[in-house]
T-cell receptor, first 116, second 114 residues
């Protein structure tokens, strides 16, 4: 069964600094990969997704993520963090061979704090 | 347009009381629907999913049940709440026919069992 690990529970960065949130997955092939963001007390919003093709994917709000098969990773990056990026970030994987049921497995989440 | 509604937003219930959380989707038909729970420090846990009316799959044995009485309605229930049922409950639906379409989430229900 697939699984997702987000090694960093909490990260603090200064506004304007670069950001990288780590995500590692366990799966026998290339899964479907997603990053979601959750503002306090709110639902989740999709930032970006990867299925195949170019391993560097662009998302909303200036985020990007890079799929690295050799490292089983899908890390989220942003060149310059804004105070409004403070939120909780979730990495998720889906089994492309179970596409009909469409279950997503989420990591534990990383809470991002932005210092002024 | 396609939207998802979830209510109530906040709920405080005593131990042993029943629970009913409702999720409805507008602007689509025959969506895949999902219930997730987010407990403090534990990420999102998939509880139930449904690929059609009356079709419910349970991912985690627990004190909860789910039903789908109508195509775009998904209900999460409990006959007797436990303290451990506290958490943030999220409903989601899949935008398209395949997983690569991703999910859209409702705004969630904060349940506190006292």
């Amino acid at each position: 069964a697939q699984s997702v690990t987000q090694p960093d529970i909490h990260i603090t960065v200064s506004e304007g600094a670069s950001l990288e949130l780590r995500c590692n997955y366990s799966y026998g092939a290339t899964p479907y990969l997603f990053w979601y963001v959750q503002s306090p007390g709110q639902g989740l919003q999709l930032l970006l997704k990867y299925f195949s093709g170019d391993t560097l994917v662009q998302g909303i709000k200036g985020f990007e993520a890079e799929f690295k098969r050799s490292q089983s990773s899908f890390n989220l990056r942003k060149p310059s963090v804004h105070w409004s990026d403070a939120a909780e970030y979730f990495c998720a994987v889906g089994d492309p061979f179970s596409s009909n049921t469409g279950k997503l497995i989420f990591g534990q989440g990383t809470t991002l704090q932005v210092k002024p | 347009s396609q939207t998802i509604h979830q209510w109530p937003a906040t709920l405080v219930q005593p131990v042993g009381s029943p629970l009913s959380l409702e999720c409805t989707v507008e602007g689509t038909s025959n969506p895949n629907l999902y219930w997730y729970r987010q407990a403090a420090g534990r990420g999102l846990q998939l509880l139930f999913y449904s690929v059609g009316i009356g079709q419910i799959s349970s991912e985690v044995p627990q004190n909860l049940s789910a039903s789908r009485p109508q195509d775009r309605q998904f209900i999460l229930s409990s006959k007797k709440l436990l303290l451990s049922d506290s958490g943030f409950y999220l409903c989601a639906w899949r935008v398209g026919p395949y997983l690569d379409y991703g999910y859209t989430f409702g705004s969630g229900t904060r349940l506190t069992v006292v």
